[in-house]
Each structure stands twice: as C-alpha cells, then as structure tokens.
C-alpha cells in the first residue's frame, strides 16, 4: 500500500522565493498534519486538517507560512519569502479519525520528510 | 498532555532484547501511551500503543504499569535496522481538538550493535 507522499524530497532555494511543499495522505485517510524537525527544536506540529478543514494552525510560525488542503488527496504548505532559519525537514503525516472530534487515538503515518535549505 | 522522561540513549546486542523504558507518572485516565521511532532520514514510523492492557503486534510489545505511570516497549529480537531514535508520547483519546497533537520529546537513541 502507498504510504504518505510528499515531494519535492530535497529542495534548495535562495532567501525570498516562494517554496511550496506537497503531500499526498494516505486513501481514506481524512486527517493531515504539517510537522517541521529541527535540531533545536525538534519535531513541531505546524497545523492539522481534518476532512480538508484546517483545526488547529496554532504552530504555523508566521504570516509567511500557508497551508491548504484543496480536496482529500492534497495538501500544500507554501513559505512566502522564504528565510535561512526555515530550513528543516518537513514531515507531512495523515490518520484516520471519526466521529464529532475523531477517533484521535488512532497513529499518525509520516511521509519521509521534505529537506528544506534557504541560502 | 502528560510529560514523559526517557533515557537519552541505549545499546543492544543483535539477536536480543531491547527494553525501552518511558516514564510518564502524570499521565491521564484519559491518556494513551505511543510509541514512535524515526530512522535516521526517514519520517518518524508508529509503533504500537495502548491505555492500560499490554499491547503487541508485530514489530513489539508493550508493557504498561498496573498504575500507569510508566512503560517499556519491548523489541523481542532487535536487529541492525532497529537502530533509530523511540519516542514515547502520551496523547489524549478523543474529544478534544488539541489531543491531535503529538509532542515528540528528546526520545531515546537506540544502537543495536553486531
């Protein structure tokens, strides 16, 4: 079975230009997450989507970070301008919940990540 | 959630048991016990979990304390790619928008020698 996708798996960019990230969840799945991992701050939960709604973006850092997630099978998380000190790893990861807030006991499945460097 | 304290890292021998303790003596009736690990350069990858029953599959067992307060994953046979760092999470069940999160702590760097 498919597991999470995300692409680009690398990407280098320098300082100001827009950066867009995709993931594609697993089939079925009707909830997403956005983590970033750092060295110093590990892994963080930048937002989460459940049946394409955006729940809780408490994470997302600032104003230049954006996500959507346009129907069931996509998301995107966009950095505009992009700075050096958002270079990380960016892990999208989905699950399966239910019912009035969902079944969140249920594991998260990560895709293997997005390198992210700024120069 | 509830905080939980594990070692900063262990060492194994090919072929036997790994014990991963994890601490988490504020935990919650409410709360769930995950275990996570994350190869290097990979996403990090579910384990198991449980609420207060032992729980194996099979990549492991867990074992969870009569109070709750603490834990111990248990791979019965680790190998080489066993290697990676585990992390034990303590999350909510349900009904709260909040319990989606996972708080990844520090974890502790397994290395399974030869």
């Known amino acids: 079975d498919a597991g999470v996708i995300q692409s680009p798996r690398h990407e280098v960019t320098e300082m100001g230009q827009e950066v867009t990230l995709r993931c594609k969840p697993i089939?079925?799945?009707?909830?997403l997450f956005w983590y970033r991992q750092t060295m110093m701050r590990g892994l963080e939960l930048l937002i989460y989507?459940?049946?394409?709604?955006?729940?809780?973006d408490s994470g997302m850092p600032e104003d230049r970070f954006s996500a959507k997630m346009p129907n069931a099978s996509f998301s995107t998380l966009k950095i505009q301008p992009s700075e050096p000190r958002d270079s990380a790893v960016y892990f999208c990861?989905?699950?399966?919940?239910?019912?009035?807030?969902?079944?969140?006991?249920?594991?998260?499945?990560f895709g293997d990540g997005t390198r992210l460097s700024i120069l | 959630d509830a905080k939980t304290t594990q070692p900063p890292s262990m060492d194994c021998a090919e072929g036997r048991a790994a014990n991963l303790p994890c601490n988490h003596s504020?935990?919650?009736?409410?709360?769930?016990v995950y275990w996570y690990r994350q190869i290097h350069s990979q996403g990090p990858q579910y384990i198991i979990h449980?609420?207060?029953n032992n729980e194996t599959n099979e990549m492991a067992s867990l074992i969870i304390t009569e109070d709750r307060k603490s834990s111990t994953l248990i791979l019965p046979h680790a190998t080489l790619r066993d290697t990676a760092v585990y992390y034990c999470?303590?999350?909510?069940?349900?009904?709260?928008?909040?319990?989606?999160?996972?708080?990844f702590g520090e974890g502790t760097q397994l290395t399974v020698n030869p």
């Open positions: 990861a989905s699950s399966l919940t239910w019912g009035r807030w969902g079944g969140i006991n249920q594991p998260q499945h």
């Open positions: 089939s079925g799945h009707n909830s």
């Open positions: 989507f459940n049946n394409n709604v955006p729940i809780d």
């Open positions: 504020t935990i919650s009736g409410n709360e769930y």
């Open positions: 449980g609420l207060k």
């Open positions: 999470i303590v999350r909510v069940a349900s009904g709260e928008t909040s319990g989606s999160r996972l708080t």
